[in-house]
């Protein structure tokens, strides 16, 4: 259920360069994350896990994420750490991707019951993941006809498990951005990551107002559709995150092209993220993925081409211009864009 929200990627524009002095065919879009070497800066977003067919479509995506060397993440593990006999549905993902970067991942609402640090390395050691995805669901979970929605001391079980873990730990919203306090006081607490997950692409009040409708509850279909829209842009996260932070950043939420990628490295994102569109070929299976991702690569090599970028250490330094509702956001927000000014000009 995609948000009619605008990412803000159409408010973003790389400058171009008429001038690239870049021959297209030795640039290099290779990218170093948590110390582990991708072929291209995209990670295969998190999404599903725990039936039968989720494991089909887990395996198609962990196939091509070896054979691109890309990274990827799972839905939520919620069900197989509550039902083991369900972890094989995880599992594959290592068993077709062994030497990618993968993320496990688990819900705040569960860290704060108690047992957090042996819940995420639970996790963790089902897929023998390299880093760790802890994801913040709040709208969907306020919104859901079963959603639990006691928050308090999540920062508090975060830390913990930042504290324990050997992986990485990265922080995660679900379709409604992450604000520029709410990133310092994660990275205080000394996360290894922000996956933005902004508003623009999947709503999962969107998805929780269709499965309230199958069940006739009124009220949180209401509520559904209420908050379908709400959150904070993609690209307006992207930046503010990146302003008030020195942390690693992915972006996500409705991120549809390697231009979408290549202008979210040159806002100061380290890699970016998506599912829904890589979910519908895998459906079919992995030969669809692969072209969709190969596609996916050469948009991003195109854009840096045109931006005389080599590298993408050489991206995050193109200029960069802002517009429209995405820079009347900033300004609301009061950010001094002056400290930004070598990769954006707003």
Known sequence: MESKRSTGFDDVFIVHDALPEVNKDEIDVSTTVFNHKLEAPIIIGSMTGGTSESRKINS??????????????????????????LAYTYRVVREKA?????????????????????????????????????????????VQHEGETCFRTVLASIGEVVGAMKVPVVVKETGAGISSDVAKSLADIGVAGIDVSGAGGTS????????????????????????????IPTVASLIEVAMSTRITIIASGGIRSGLDVAKSLALGASAGSFALPLIRQAVVGSKEVEILLKATIEELRTAMFLAGAKSILDLGRTPTVVIGSTREWLSQRGFDTSSYAKRLSI
């Open 60 to 85: 198609a995506l962990a196939e091509t994420a070896e054979k691109l060397g890309l990274g990827i993440g799972v839905g939520s593990q919620r069900a197989a750490l509550e039902d083991r006999s």
């Open 98 to 142: 062994p030497n990618a970067l993968v993320f496990a991942n688990i819900g705040c609402p569960q860290l704060v019951k108690g047992n957090a640090v042996q819940i995420a390395q639970a996790a963790v050691d089902m897929i023998d993941a390299d880093a760790l995805y802890i994801h913040l669901n709040s709208l969907q979970e306020a």
């Open 204 to 231: 999962w009040a969107g998805v929780e107002y269709y499965r309230a409708k199958e069940i006739s509850d009124r009220l949180r279909a209401r509520l559904g559709e209420t908050f379908w829209e709400w959150g």
